[in-house]
């Protein structure tokens, strides 16, 4: 299959589960305000990236900013680390390994 093309069906393929993720995302955050009871458990959680090249890293970390409900704060200055704000973490290494098998994988996959 020519590059072009698998590169479309991998952006298309990302496309689709960043959307996923996004009203997933949105969902959880409504049920929360719209509940009597916050359900939320915030924290800062440092996540080692492989994302390599600079566009990858910027990706990355729009897109984590983007999901409702986690903000990336900063970024370490070897770039190796992302600092991420989470309202929903009630375990560290599940939030971690969310990010790490979930968005970057498909950042790593879209942005080669």
Excluded at 52 to 63: G, P, R
Excluded at 80 to 107: L, P, Q, S, W
């Amino acid at each position: 299959m020519p590059k072009i093309i698998e590169n479309t069906i991998d952006f298309f393929i990302f496309l689709l589960f960043y959307l996923k993720e996004m009203v997933k995302a949105n969902l959880v955050l409504a049920r929360d305000i719209l509940s009597p009871v916050m359900k939320i458990s915030p924290g800062i959680v440092k996540v080692p990236i492989a994302a390599k090249s600079d566009s990858q890293v910027l990706a990355l970390f729009n897109l984590i900013t983007m999901t409702p409900g986690s903000l990336c704060m900063d970024i370490s200055d070897d770039k190796k680390n992302i600092y991420v704000h989470g309202m929903y973490i009630k375990n560290r290494d599940a939030f971690e390994k969310e990010i790490k098998e979930g968005i970057e994988k498909k950042v790593l996959e879209v942005f080669e």
